[in-house]
């Protein structure tokens, strides 16, 4: 309980909440406790060092790999004429099944002011498939626009650390007052106003059935997250990530948080896309040992992948117990 | 607390201050300007200049497409299980129309090759609405005679070559050489006294053709005390009205001249559009402001 209402708290742009003393339970208070002074710089070289050995964005990989033949999969059904993926991201028929993506049938539902029987399949299926696989899942390993967000991510971080360039920041809350604008916009106006400047449909369709004149606002949108603001639409405009994040709230597949072992040197915080989902892993911020990340992380992995210590990884809550 | 302390932290919190005035002021225009370019997208709208021949079943009246543009969920099925291609999607320049899909007649019409309305049947939400069973259901527009001084009949021409040129992309059905597959419009030769194409390649008028040879089998059967083995016709299956016909008239030397005339059962599907040989723009083209059951 406490999980969902610090997710959705989250989701909605409030701070992560920081647990007093008396909420922390001795035992990670002596974890804390044991590090001070203990860490060295050196150390966590050292940590960092012994995991490069090891491992290197093995998530990253898997997930690039997803999205593209997934949006190749589009492509293809389209091209030769399978029937395997019909139709693009915010709606089609896996197999002859319905799919509808969850924001686009809001909208759809919200300007039309009825509901389709098949985007009822549609929907439902989508909805146990991101409950399932974690909710924001689809920002990270379904988007196209991720993708593309995530290498000018890789160029803006360059710039600024080269200190050509300032990194500016947004208001989390942004983000739930676009959502409400576009809610309210497809109600009173009764168009789905959002799917206009939605990057997702556009690269998708683009994509499927060819370039067009859209594209200039993704290089617009894309050229604004390189320059001014890191990843500016998918953590303060995009209603699709709300939506999705709300669906994770009660999602099974998360990432997981050990205190014992962390460094608190915030690699992870670092390569986030949405980092204050990562607070906990600040020394003290924690208000347990074991502690789930909240449903706005996209379980990208990344965190996973460039931890040194192992604190970070996938879990499907229950299925330990029956393995 | 003591003295210095609390200046401490005011010094900090101003400057703390400072840096969250200046986000709110950055997410403020921000949101100012998503919202505006987003409705920047009604513009197309408002000046009706996003309004197309859509597919069949498309869910609006008329000119007033607004239930079309809310339903869609602009997802191309349509598009993709278009035999003849004649679907496409609209663009960035349509505002909200975005995503939509339309059909240009005179690229390529909808000949409704397909017979059962495929892209209705894959819309997932009704946006072409599922009541359609048959072409002559439809209601995607009417045809008008725009240009009666460059029809060929009306001048009493004849027609003879491929319709629209050796390099035209454009698929018809062909019934009589493939019932399956749409043939190219390019390798298709007529040579006729007086140019009908419109009406011959009407797809309405093809199969109210087809329906009268199978009724007049079915009875020849019947008559003969044979048990019918050709199914009967049902529903609007057969479409019920002519949509095209050719017409003597009178000119105004007195001179009789042949001239295509639409009749009610015009469904508006471009083919006439689309088949015209005239160079240029089309003699005949389809109204998307004009319906048959429109008064």
Known sequence: ?323 | MTKSTKKKKIVLSKSRRESNRREFIRSAVLTAGVVTLSLAGFIPVVQGTSSRLRPPGALKNLLDEQQFYSSCIKCGQCVQVCPVNAIKLSDLDEGIGIGLPYIDAREQACDFSCDGLQCVLACPTGSLTHDLDYPADTRMGFARMDKPKSCLAVHGKGFKGVARGPDYKGLLRYDEIDRWNPLPVAEHEYDIEICDLCVRQCPIEIRITQCAEKEKQRLEAKSEGKLARVAEQHGNECPPKHAIEMQVIQDRNGLMTMVPAVLDGCVGCGVCEMICPVEGDPAIVVDIDKITDWG
């Not at chain 1, 997710?7 to 909440?17: A, E």
């Not at chain 1, 509901?115 to 989508?126: P, R, S």
């Not at chain 1, 998360?254 to 989902?277: L, M, Q, S, W």
Request: net charge positive; aromatic share 12%; charged share 20%.
């Open chain 1, 1 to 323: 309980m406490n999980y969902i209402i610090e997710s959705l708290s989250q989701v909605f742009g409030n701070k992560p909440s920081r647990p007093s003393k008396e909420e922390q339970p001795e035992a990670l208070k002596a974890i804390y406790k044991r590090k001070v002074g203990n860490l060295t710089k050196a150390d966590i070289e050292s940590a960092r060092h012994e995991h490069r050995k090891t491992c290197c964005n093995k998530w990253t990989r898997r997930r690039w790999i997803t999205i593209i033949v997934v949006n190749f999969l589009f492509l293809v059904s389209y091209k030769f004429d399978v029937q395997l993926l019909e139709g693009a991201m915010t709606a089609s028929r896996f197999v002859g099944f319905h799919l509808a993506d969850l924001n686009s049938a809001l909208q759809v539902m919200l300007a039309y002011k009825h509901v389709v029987l098949n985007l009822v399949i549609g929907t439902t299926t989508v909805f146990i498939m991101w409950l399932l696989l974690g909710g924001r899942t689809f920002c990270s390993w379904v988007c196209p626009y991720h993708l593309l967000a995530e290498w000018t991510e890789m160029i803006h971080v360059w710039l600024v650390g080269k200190k050509i360039i300032k990194s500016h920041t947004f208001h989390r809350k942004t983000r739930s007052v676009f959502y409400v604008i576009f809610a309210l916009m497809a109600i009173l106006s009764g168009y789905t106003v959002f799917e206009t400047i939605s990057p997702t449909g556009i690269l998708s369709r683009a994509i499927i059935y060819g370039p067009g004149v859209a594209l200039i606002w993704v290089g617009i949108l894309l050229l604004f997250e390189t320059f001014v603001s890191r990843r500016a639409w998918c953590r303060y405009v995009c209603p699709i990530g709300v939506t999705y994040a709300v669906v994770g709230t009660i999602s099974p597949l998360r990432v997981t948080y050990n205190a014992e072992n962390c460094h608190h040197e915030g690699d992870c915080r670092k390569i986030c896309e949405v980092p204050h989902v990562l607070d906990l892993t600040i020394r003290g911020r924690a208000s347990d040992i074991n502690l789930d990340v909240v449903s706005d992380c996209t379980r990208c992995g990344m965190c996973v992948d460039v931890c040194p210590t192992d604190s970070l990884n996938f879990k499907f809550k229950g299925l330990d117990k029956f393995l």
